[in-house]
């Protein structure tokens, strides 16, 4: 029988790297402009381009994809992916781990290295929901959660997260929630601040100048204003939650031995851990209101295998930057603890303080995160490894360039932690 590490994060032995990867400006709106087809056409083409690889060098398809079956009443896009890409006579499939599907589908890229079956493989996420009556979105969106025990009662993803977000309120800010949804908001500031420098973000723009448009010049004026920031599910309000978007993300993933053939090599990120696990759904069984165990589990088994001593401190000394699922504001507080950045008694304090800010102690979404980049829901995995990949080449604008990166990690999470995948990129 297999050791828990080396079920969630197995060993890397043809020390798999990430040649080329790629995402298109992330958008939104009741009008929608594009398919899925044009966004993972886009996006892989890019991505193989940045790889240097041609059709023929794809061993296997990945296409991660989660809502287009409710929402637009589309299955079975491998072979559409693939058709557009000139990728017909290859093995594909499509999977869905709600909103972990473009880490899942990394991890099981990774798989297929390791096994033999594959040399290079191209995975791809994509996401189309504007254009859908919000009725079939709330339908669409509660399909991660449990059909039998959560959607009857009407526990939707803000309700739950607001719970979580509540009871971390309670533990940390002793019940104070006039402190704690402020702490919430530097979150949200903070993600758009960085969010201003991402030109494929979906809202590349700083809640100040949002306030200021609206002539508010009190930034905090206009977020306690209920008419401009209003409750969503309490303490949760409309500058905590995450957009709905429309996305698309690919990569290209290679075993070192072959990569070496490609002109990108010398450009190459080496993956020296990918851990996937699952946690409790329905979340009425999960144990905790203030931890998402699958996360945290995923986070250890990744620190073991990339070596890294599971401490604060320690693991600071080597992560420097971090892109993490921050569908909620509460959901990014979750991450700080379930990653073990900082104690789980400062996550908060933490955020509130500017300790995850770029000059902070550890930069968390210096891509303006699922909150301000957007949430194409099976595109977000692989999108934050091009926000990490970026970091890691110094790319990225100056203003949120994390200097002299060790090593960046990508965390992300599907509903309410049924899924979960930490993943852990360094520079050849």
Known sequence: ????????????????????????????????????????????TEAMMEAGAKPEDIDLLIVAQAAGGIA??????????????????????????ACASGSVGLHTALTAIEAGWADNVLVVGTEVLSGIPTAMIQKMISAGGDANYEIPVGATF????????????HEQA??????????????????????VYNKKAQFPISIEELAQKRGVNDVWAFLNDPKTNPVVSWPLRLFDCSPTTDGGAACVVSATDSALSFS??????????????????????????TSLPAARQAAKAAYKRAGIVDEPAAIKKRVKVAEVHDCFTSAEVL???????FPQNETLRAAKEGRTAVGGEIPINTSGGLKAKGHPIAATGIAQLFTLVEQLLGK???????KNIDLALAHNVGGTGGSACVNILERL
């Open 1 to 44: 029988m297999k050791s828990e590490l080396d079920r969630i994060a197995p060993p890397l032995r043809r020390n798999p790297v990430i040649l080329g990867v790629a995402q298109t400006t992330f958008t939104g709106g009741k009008t929608r402009t594009r398919t899925l087809r044009d966004l993972a056409g886009e996006a892989a």
């Open 72 to 97: 637009l009443n589309q299955l079975h896009t491998a072979p559409l992916i693939a058709e557009r890409l000139g990728l017909v006579g290859i093995p594909s499939l499509r999977l869905e781990n």
């Open 158 to 169: 803000p309700g739950m997260y607001a719970m979580f977000g509540t009871r971390i309120i």
């Open 174 to 195: 002793k019940g104070n929630f006039k402190e704690g949804m402020e702490a919430l908001a530097h979150i949200a500031l903070k993600d758009h601040h960085n969010a």
């Open 264 to 289: 990108s090599a010398k450009h190459a990120i080496k993956i020296i851990a990918s851990a996937q696990t699952t946690g409790d759904l329905p979340q009425c069984v999960a144990p905790t209101l």
């Open 335 to 341: 991450a700080l603890g379930d990653l073990n950045l």
């Open 396 to 402: 990225m604008p100056p203003a949120v360039q994390v």
